[in-house]
């Protein structure tokens, strides 16, 4: 369907007529554009957000570390582990622009995002709480890293100005410092060969010109590069939480862990006379097949409202089997009623059902929604109980 589209995208042929003039208004257009940017370039960029200073920086890695100490006692409970990925990442973002002395770094704590994204979609207690102390290790690594630096120097203060008195050795310069010295030195060589052709006023009048040029397209310059890291940045990272999220959503909690082989599992538990999970099973396992059929997009752990909520619109079919398959579920699972062996025998035929239902419903293209779409409340169907 998706090539079908960009076959009849109806885009004009590269020696279509009228081709040229498109491409010397869009010319003009961004020629406009990068004018208004120079006009404007002073009040923007006094405008601009600010980097966060570094102290901030430091208080709100210790904040988040006392957010974990206080939330691991609980971290077992699915709530408080979400609660504390949220703070978590709300006090420590995956990227983020830090004043550090008067230079400002992209520090980037992607690695950080990727643990908290895991411990908030987590359903095994046992991985939420070894999740928290990996959350743990890792601040406690970011908070030694950005420590204050020691005052021993300070009490030292012959050394400290023997220091400040021989400078920066030549053997420990930067190659930013042998730039620096190259640039001056060669603006000093053209300010003189200016004044000796022009005269002082002339020279100067050249000068302030020149400056001012290439301070606006050096800025020009600098926006632009600014801009495309920060798309790279957001793309990256949103990249790197559609990874994580697919490898850790196992669609709803009663999916995860299953063999491939739903029925012969579910056999083998009705067998042993652990009815109640076979049923889980079974329920587990039909979830699971209609994300490998296309007809629902891989997502946040949904509850049983949300997930006949997503099947309704795209599989109509699908959805009364699937109603009664998760009856059955969730009056075993959550009602704590055994449905013993005519019960499980009722369980399976609605899975098979539902898989048939499945089979004959037609090709759905399931869009990859945003964030946000991932928390939206299914109101269309009453909310039933958690799907974990």
Known sequence: MTARRAGMSGRPQAGAPGASGAAAKSFAVALAAFLIVLAVAPACASAASEPASYEDYRARIAEARSVLDDAMPRITDQRVAQKAAADITLLVPPTERVDAGGRTVVVDNSILRTYTLKLDVAVKQDTRTELGKQIGAYLTSLDAANAP????????????????????????????????????????????????????????????????????????????????????????????????????????????????????HADSLAASGRFREAVRALFGGAARELVDRGLLRRTRTRTDAELLADVAPVAPAVTPPLFALTLAFEVAWYGHVDPGEAGFRTARGRYADVLAAASAAPDAEVAAAPDAAMDADASATPRAGDAR
């Open 149 to 264: 630096p020691s005052d021993s120097l300070r009490s030292d203060p012959a050394a400290l100005a023997a220091l400040l008195a021989e400078g920066v050795s030549p053997a420990r310069k930067s190659l930013g410092d042998y730039l620096s010295e190259w640039i001056a030195k060669l603006a000093d060589a053209i300010r003189q060969w200016l004044v000796a052709n022009l005269g002082a006023r002339g020279a100067s009048v050249a000068i302030t010109t020149t400056i001012w040029v290439v301070v606006c397209a050096l800025a020009a310059l600098v926006t632009f590069l600014l801009l495309r890291a920060v798309l790279r940045g957001r793309r990256a990272v949103a990249a790197r939480d559609a990874a994580a999220l697919d490898m850790t959503s196992p669609v709803v909690g009663a999916a995860e862990g299953l063999p491939d082989d739903i029925v012969a």
